[in-house]
């Protein structure tokens, strides 16, 4: 650690820490009478089923006031432990509060045990402690904790606790508006609630999921708004449910008649500077100079600089919760909340003439802000909104490592913002710009004297939001931690896998593509399963399945979902000894999301490949009976993919079959005296003086010549490469005996028939040279025997149900270019004059 990083770090953390204790006294908790104002609800001592009650307690009192003439709320809450899970859950009280604007005062604190109250409160048992809960995202708020941990609780004993928080921030310049909550996490058997109110105040109330209208009160001069209900169930929990599906009763009420109010409001308290000065002017000058009087230019490199120049850290104390600081302090400290970024973003476009305003955004609400009563709790973060030749561009300036220019950046918000400008329309709808997808391709090639041992490269692309992700977490990471969070991976599959080569990543910002290529050896790629005798490996999807989540049963919540994953993923297992894998193919496209797996091979590579993309940011309560069929039917049945081979010696497949030599040998000598035999027949010409006579071959016989003369060589070629000769084909293939044998026949079917039309095509080739006149009815008959032995082979593998890619498993393309062969050829050899003329000889 260098001196200098030291010490501004230790400069930061006397900032963060140290300063707000100037600023702020000690906090402490302080004690007194319940206030007047307080409406004391009637005692209805109601007892909740013990069958309702999951964390041992329930809430025998909820009691919530607030007065909001004198920014007060007051809590009473009687707590009724009923096992030992409610002593462990329910005998601590934790109030949190933020000491620069707000007073807790505390009064009582009882346990109430067979009928007996005995008080607890003594403010100095209380310990205050820093909860900065938000400091893992580098923001800093200055809030506190008081807790109490109660001693010498017992089961069937009562907690009785109330207080009071008095103070509102200032940055809300007194204006008033509050969520009042109707049910809570655990059963309540009385809930008591209400808001004290001046009659000048012109209130927007709005209920949500079957919440009670408020009844109307007067109260000395104020207006008391009323709620209360009995034996009240917790909303039932669901995990995976969207963040913004909230089930609970609830009740907004808002001062802001609607969001444009709010929009002033947040546009009055963070006002864009008309002018820059010292340090920031200088870097909008350079800006300037740098686009050249090109506003796209400009914006890119200004959005890339408060990006990745201006670091990430907010200190939100009091005001400055909703408060930005002004954009040359930003910009000098080079350190900024959500805020204070956009703010210095807008401040740099607008010197460059570009219209742009800070956009109020929840990145858990998202679309559902525009059900919310119109208030600055609708929003928890800034972003910038601006535009150019009147297109309209959308940016988060606290996103660092995008790529892309101005027109491919990717925005990662989806729903409703507030725009923060004079005029228009200020609630706009924000698209989710959800381009980018992962492509993995993970090749393993099969060593040719150890079939045990595989090298595995793997190539994974990375476009759009997700190679800024995968930027981003580059930057945070060493090569040498990425490489082993790999190489962990894959030492699940493999353990004894090993890296050949330093990982390797290549980083197209401007067009935001990163390729990121892995290489290992994998020494057991093929293990011998013990019971079965068997060479076995297996794959699993497991980028595929991380995406789904744990789901069971109907739902009545939404479902949320890793929305927009876009992934891609291969298997690519290349083998010298070919493969008969059967070809299978599963597809899925539902309203929310997509599936689709295959198994396919070509010549000497086997391909597993996965896709998976989501279409929606949640899949809806109705489709969650299908989801979880679906994934239930993916995990088990559709990620996982294995190969066994039979039990010989792995190492040896790449030897010779004997017997295959033997055997073509045997065929060649048994077609030869056969063809022997056809040669030495002999026909007389029919020829009359109306036919010329021609010396030699010419004209369109130049073609069954040509072809005559290759067509042997090929299929001889195309025999050695299939591997007919390798014992690693005959005896690599087929799950039981019945396929085994299927297999071989098939296979000898088609060297029985490959070397007869072999043979066969060097005796047409002599008699077309030796202008026989058995040649025109000889090749005939090649033409067709070619056509029938296609049929029986594209035939027998369709009904054996094989799938190896050879150079004799003819497709419908083959079979019916065989065809027309022989309807093109043979009309020409039965009434060419050339042909009667050439092949005179007997």
């Excluded at 209208?213 to 909303?235: H, Q, T």
């Excluded at 963040?243 to 009740?251: A, K």
Aim: net charge neutral; aromatic share 14%.
């Amino acid at each position: 650690m260098s001196i200098k990083y030291f010490f501004s770090q230790t400069a930061l953390f006397l900032l963060i820490y140290l300063i707000p204790g100037f600023l702020v006294a000690q906090p402490k908790v302080y004690q007194s009478g319940k206030p007047s104002w307080v409406h004391v609800p009637a005692d209805l001592n109601l007892k909740q089923n013990p069958r309702d009650v999951s964390d041992g307690y329930y809430l025998k009192l909820y009691d919530y006031q607030v007065h909001a003439e004198e920014q007060t709320s007051y809590v009473h809450i009687v707590r009724d432990i009923i096992s030992e899970a409610g002593i462990q859950n329910g005998a601590e009280i934790w109030i949190s509060f933020a000491p620069d604007y707000q007073k807790l005062t505390f009064h009582e604190v009882s346990v109430i045990r067979n009928g007996k109250k005995m008080p607890r409160l003594n403010v100095n048992n209380f310990k205050v402690i820093a909860t900065e809960q938000d400091a893992s995202s580098f923001i800093y708020n200055s809030n506190y904790t008081a807790y109490l941990i109660l001693d010498d609780i017992r089961i069937g004993d009562q907690i009785e606790y109330s207080y009071s928080l008095k103070g509102d921030n200032p940055v809300f310049k007194n204006k008033f508006f509050e969520d009042i909550y109707l049910q809570t996490s655990v059963p309540v058997s009385h809930l008591y609630a209400c808001v004290l109110i001046s009659e000048k105040r012109d209130l927007i109330i709005k209920e949500h999921n079957n919440a009670k209208k408020a009844v109307r009160k007067s109260d000395n001069g104020l207006v008391r708004l009323e709620w209360e209900d009995k034996m009240v169930k917790a909303p039932k929990y669901e995990a995976n449910s969207p963040s913004w599906y909230d089930n609970y009763r609830h009740v907004q009420l808002t001062e802001y008649k609607d969001w444009g109010e709010v929009a002033d409001w947040a546009k009055s308290i963070n006002p864009a500077p008309t002018a820059v000065k010292g340090e920031l002017q200088g870097k909008t000058n350079q800006l300037l100079i740098e686009s050249k009087g090109d506003k796209k230019l400009f914006a890119n490199n200004a959005i890339q600089f408060v990006q990745d120049d201006i670091r990430y850290t907010g200190i939100e104390i009091g005001e400055y919760s909703h408060r930005a600081n002004h954009p040359e302090k930003v910009f000098k400290q080079r350190y900024g909340d959500c805020k204070d970024k956009s703010l210095l973003l807008v401040t740099l476009l607008e010197q460059a003439n570009i219209e742009a305003c800070i956009a109020l955004v929840h990145t858990r609400l998202a679309h559902k802000i525009e059900n919310e009563a119109p208030s600055p709790s609708a929003f928890n973060h800034a972003i910038v909104y601006f535009k150019i030749n009147d297109k309209p561009y959308w940016v988060d300036p606290t996103i660092s490592y995008q790529g892309g220019t101005l027109e491919s950046r990717s925005f990662p918000h989806n729903g409703t913002a507030l725009l923060l400008q004079d005029s228009g329309d200020r609630i706009r709808s924000m698209r989710f710009d959800g381009e980018g997808n992962v492509n993995s391709v993970e090749t393993y090639s099969l060593a040719v004297k150890d079939s045990t041992t595989a090298n595995l490269t793997v190539q994974t692309t990375y476009t759009g939001w997700q190679a800024d992700v995968i930027r981003s977490q580059m930057a945070y990471n060493s090569i040498q931690g990425v490489e082993n969070g790999y190489l962990n991976y894959y030492s699940k599959l493999f353990p004894s896998i090993e890296i050949t080569d330093s990982l390797r990543i290549t980083d197209d910002r401007l067009a935001n593509i990163i390729i990121v290529e892995e290489n290992y050896l994998v020494p057991d790629f093929f293990t011998k399963n013990s019971e079965t005798n068997r060479y076995e490996v297996s794959f699993y999807a497991n980028m595929i399945y991380e995406q789904l989540p744990s789901l069971s049963g109907k739902r009545e919540s939404p479902i949320a979902i890793n929305y927009p994953v876009d992934i891609d993923y291969t298997v690519r297992v290349i083998s010298p000894y070919g493969w008969n894998i059967q070809k299978s193919t599963t597809f899925l496209d539902r309203e929310s999301y997509l599936f689709g797996s295959s198994a396919k091979t070509k010549a000497d590579t086997l391909f597993l490949n996965y896709q998976f993309k989501y279409h929606t940011p949640e899949v809806s309560a109705a489709k969650s009976s299908e989801f979880v069929a679906d994934i239930k039917n993916i995990e088990n049945k559709q990620l996982s993919y294995s190969i066994s081979l039979p039990s010989f010696d792995i190492n040896g497949m790449d030897s010779l079959s004997w017997l295959a030599i033997f055997y073509s040998v045997l065929l060649f000598a048994i077609f030869g005296l056969i063809g022997n035999r056809i040669y030495n027949f002999k026909i007389q010409p029919s020829i009359t003086g109306e036919y010329n006579m021609y010396n030699s071959i010419g004209g369109w016989l130049i073609l069954p010549l040509i072809g005559l003369a290759l067509t042997p060589i090929r299929m001889f070629v195309d025999i050695i490469r299939v591997g007919f000769y390798k014992t690693s084909l005959w005896n690599s293939f087929g799950e039981s005996l019945k396929e085994s044998l299927a297999f071989k026949g098939l296979m000898i079917f088609e060297l029985t028939a490959n070397i007869f039309l072999i043979c066969f095509a060097i005796l047409c080739l002599i008699l077309l040279i030796k202008r026989r006149t058995i040649f025109p009815r000889l090749i005939i008959w090649y033409f067709l025997l070619t056509f029938i032995v296609h049929i029986a082979d594209f035939a027998l593998y369709h009904m054996l149900g094989f799938n190896i890619i050879s150079a004799f498993s003819p497709g419908v393309n083959e079979i019916i270019r065989s065809l027309l062969v022989i309807a093109i050829w043979t009309p020409y050899m039965l009434r060419s004059v050339r042909v009667k003329g050439t092949f005179i000889n007997p």
